[in-house]
């Protein structure tokens, strides 16, 4: 079993930054195993995907949503078993509830499924 903990969200003015932390802990987890990626979920609205990165064996590859490309950057931290996002130019379209995810294996495509989810973490940008 694998246990995600988002944390970072916050209000904030468009045009503004955050970093949302996702943190991975469980007895199976591996940075070496598995995917990690980012979603989010707007008041409505269907869950998107946002951002991925592969498996630290899979070379760490790097997956953004057109939307974000240029203001996003997924990256983890192999040492701490975290991912983070880091949000830059947050416009008020980028509010919603942020979810993090972990895919075990190599049988993974960036915005498929996933084998575990974090709780989330709300994410608001006022105009």
């Known amino acids: 079993q694998v246990q995600l903990v988002e944390s970072g969200g916050g209000l904030v003015q468009a045009g503004g930054s955050l970093r949302l932390s996702c943190a991975a802990s469980?007895?199976?987890?591996?940075?070496?195993?598995?995917?990690m990626g980012w979603f989010r979920q707007a008041p409505g609205k269907e869950r998107e995907f946002v951002a991925a990165?592969?498996?630290?064996?899979?070379?760490?590859?790097?997956y953004y949503v057109d939307s974000v490309k240029g203001r996003f950057t997924i990256s983890r931290d192999n040492a701490k078993n975290t991912v983070y996002l880091q949000m830059n130019s947050l416009k008020p379209d980028d509010t919603a509830t942020y979810y993090c995810?972990?895919?075990?294996?190599?049988?993974?495509?960036?915005?498929?499924?996933?084998?575990?989810w974090g709780q989330g973490t709300q994410v608001t940008v006022s105009s």
């Open positions: 995810a972990a895919k075990y294996g190599d049988n993974w495509s960036p915005a498929g499924h996933y084998d575990y």
């Open positions: 469980g007895r199976t987890f591996s940075n070496y195993m598995y995917a």
């Open positions: 990165i592969s498996r630290s064996g899979g070379g760490g590859r790097t």
